[in-house]
């Protein structure tokens, strides 16, 4: 046979198995889903992680046409429901929410993920608020008053906190800016919001917990430290804004167990990025004081990639456990 009629023979073969793979695509997209989604979340029912999702799953449940049952599986900081999706057959009927916790406690402890490699992303659809806080009666208008006055004073100022991700957050500002302060760790935001209201310390570091206080008058947003800044304090600077690398997120990101095909995924997607336009979801956010924050499956990807490269950096340089 002559080497034209081979390599046209060829060319077809590739040209009908590209076909059958594009149609086949489009029939497993089609086909989905089949059954109801299961959703899991680390967050215990009522809680913000919980409450944010759930109107996003119901509008995005009416455009698939099948209902998203979300179940509850708190534990290890959220770990414990991620451990268990990437367990789950990857076929679309089972995914799951990521937040900053569950890429972060793989480097505290022994855990059966990586949050990398164990679980395809989705869509980002929202970010939890964190910033500093100080008492309203406080001397300090500005970020720059505050850590003026903490390297005049080496040491001096207490803040408080819960959980590592904040106390990341300040300790690598410290280290970069060149201070030294106290980090005071309590079991919740609430004991901490306590204790700035109390005047027990001199700040917080944390999350949406100090936004009804913010908004009645009682404390005082000086800095946030995200990679941009929110969208619900448009006027607040963040660490990277006034000159500084220092920067942390806490995203939420639904996920699939690795493998899930490209179509499916692509399916989901485009049903909670239509979601995300929803009345209900957006009245959420804002009681939530949660900033709306989209990414798609790469972007998504890329924003947990660099995230658990900035945790790894935390832990090995900071410590803290």
Sequence with gaps: MKQGTWLGLLMVTITAVGLIGLCGGHAVAAEFPAKPINFLTGYTAGSSGDVVFRPLGEAAAKIL?????????????TA??????????????????????GVLQPHLEKLPYSATRDFTPVIKFADFVMGVVVH??????????????????????KYAHAGAVNRFSMEGFAREAGLNWVP??????????????GKHVDAFAGGSDF????????????????????????????FRDLGYKTWMASPCVVVAPKGTPAPIVNKLHDAFKQAMDDEAFKRTLANLNMNMGYAGPADSAKFIGDL?????????DIGVK
């Design 65 to 77: 046409g099948q209902p998203i049952v979300i179940q509850n599986r708190p534990g290890a900081a």
């Design 211 to 238: 936004a009804p206080y913010v908004k009645s008058g009682e404390l005082r947003l000086l800095v946030t430290y995200g990679r941009t800044r929110y969208s619900v304090y448009p006027d607040t600077p963040t």
């Design 80 to 101: 414990l429901a991620l451990a268990q999706l990437m367990n789950e057959k990857p076929d679309g009927h089972s995914i799951g929410l990521m937040v900053g916790s």
């Design 308 to 316: 658990d490269e900035l945790y790894a950096g935390f832990v090995k």
């Design 184 to 197: 005071v760790t309590y079991k919740g935001s609430a004991e901490a919001i306590v204790a700035i209201l």
């Design 136 to 157: 309203s009666s406080s001397p300090w208008k500005t970020w720059q008053e505050f850590t003026a006055y903490a390297k005049a004073n080496p040491g001096k100022i």
